[in-house]
C-alpha cells in the first residue's frame, strides 16, 4: 500500500549543551513537521484541507506539554485564520493502524541514524517512503 512518511530525529545528546530556539524536542519535532507537511499538501494542491495530528498518549503532564507546544507552532499554519492542523492525542488501546505504522518505521530509522555503516534491511524497504532523511 502506498504511504509516505515524515520522520524527525532529535538527538537530545547533540543539543544538550548547544545553543537551541526550540524550548523542548516536542517544540522542534512539531515545527520541521509540520513545516514539511504544510509543503507537502502545497505541492499536492491540497493545502486547503484541516489535517489531524495523531499523536499517541503519554502520561498526563507530557500530553499537556505536547498539547502546548502544538498549540504554539500550529499557529504558523493556518488558512484564512483557520488552523490548517488538529492535535487528536489518543491512547495506545484505540490500535491504531496509523500509530503503530509510524512505530514500525521509527525503529529502522532510528537505528540507521544511530548505526549507519551496518546493513538496516528494515530501513532499506522504506527509506523512499520517508521525507527528510538527514543525518549528520
Same mark, same amino acid.
Given at each position: ?9 532529535? $538527538? ?6 548547544? *545553543? /537551541? ?7 522542534? *519535532?512539531?515545527? !520541521?513537521?509540520?513545516? %514539511? ?6 505541492? *499536492?494542491? @491540497?493545502? =486547503?484541507? !484541516?489535517? /489531524? ?9 507530557? =500530553?499537556? @506539554? !505536547?498539547?502546548? /507546544? ?6 504558523? /499554519? ?16 484505540? =490500535? ?15 537505528? %540507521?541514524?544511530? $548505526? %549507519?555503516?551496518?546493513? =538496516?534491511? *528494515?530501513? @532499506? ?12
Amino acid at each position: 500500500a502506498d504511504f509516505y512518511t515524515i520522520a524527525h530525529i532529535t $538527538d537530545k545528546r547533540l543539543i544538550e549543551n548547544s *545553543a /537551541h530556539w526550540f524550548t523542548s524536542s516536542y517544540q522542534e *519535532a512539531f515545527s !520541521l513537521g509540520l513545516a %514539511q507537511v504544510s509543503l507537502m499538501l502545497d505541492k *499536492a494542491n @491540497e493545502g =486547503n484541507k !484541516l489535517v /489531524h495530528i495523531i499523536a499517541e498518549a503519554r502520561g498526563q503532564l507530557e =500530553n499537556k @506539554e !505536547l498539547q502546548e /507546544h502544538f498549540s504554539v507552532i500550529s499557529q504558523d /499554519h493556518t488558512i484564512n485564520g483557520v488552523p490548517r492542523f488538529e492535535l487528536k492525542i489518543v491512547p495506545k488501546l484505540v =490500535n491504531s493502524a496509523g500509530l503503530q505504522l509510524a512505530d514500525l518505521c521509527a525503529y529502522p530509522i532510528g537505528r %540507521q541514524y544511530l $548505526d %549507519q555503516s551496518r546493513r =538496516n534491511r *528494515a530501513f @532499506e524497504v522504506i527509506k523512499d517512503k520517508v521525507s527528510m532523511i538527514r543525518f549528520p
